[in-house]
């Protein structure tokens, strides 16, 4: 009970996801393994912040060795203090040898509303939408879900999120029928 849709590169996912992003009613969640200043994410934290301000409860989780030098130290901290957004780093690195220093979060995910989700190999950075010139012109794939699936997305996000924070209640992301 889920209809999908593909995108064969990174700038027309992220197209459909500004378009998506600005639906949002209840909730945003967003979980990348990178997250980098910029065009796309900058485009995408407005419109956050707009929802937030809102009151759409906007939560943001990102990996602490993905983002370690696209991203300033405090960052989290700073956006959730600035902007009422929800963030949190997972598994913050610890310059210590340890068998956690591989345990990281690539996920790359956005949940809407329990809704419409977004899966893909894309992070949130300008050379997967072909806005910079990293390695070459980046091919990368991604999907669009809207239905039934999504929960799916759902409960992976709030897995992760409750790795890091106090313990969700699930039932008030579950959605109750589809719009």
């Known amino acids: 009970n889920t209809v999908t849709e593909y995108f064969s590169l ?11 992003l600005k639906k949002a009613e209840r909730y945003i969640f967003v ?10 994410w900058n485009a995408i934290l407005d419109i956050l912040k707009e929802k937030a301000a809102q009151g759409v409860d906007v939560r943001l989780l990102y990996d602490d060795i993905g983002s370690m030098f696209t991203l300033p130290r405090d ?17 913050p690195f610890v310059p210590i040898l ?8 690539h996920r790359k995910l956005c949940v ?19 806005r910079k010139e990293r390695f070459g012109y980046w091919k990368d794939n991604a999907l669009r ?10 409960v992976f996000f709030l897995l992760m999120w409750d790795h890091q924070n106090t313990p969700s209640d699930f039932r008030l992301f579950r959605l109750r029928a589809l719009p």
């Open 112 to 130: 809407i509303d329990g809704v419409t989700g977004f899966v893909s190999g894309l992070n949130l950075a300008d050379e997967y939408v072909d």
């Open 31 to 40: 979980e990348y393994f990178i997250v980098e200043e910029g065009e796309m």
């Open 10 to 20: 990174g700038e027309f996912c992220f197209a459909r996801m500004i378009e998506e």
């Open 98 to 105: 340890t068998i956690r220093l591989n345990n990281r979060d």
């Open 75 to 91: 960052y989290a901290r700073d956006l959730e203090a600035k902007t009422g957004i929800k963030c949190c780093v997972f598994n």
């Open 145 to 154: 879900l809207r239905g039934e699936a999504v929960w799916s997305l759902t």
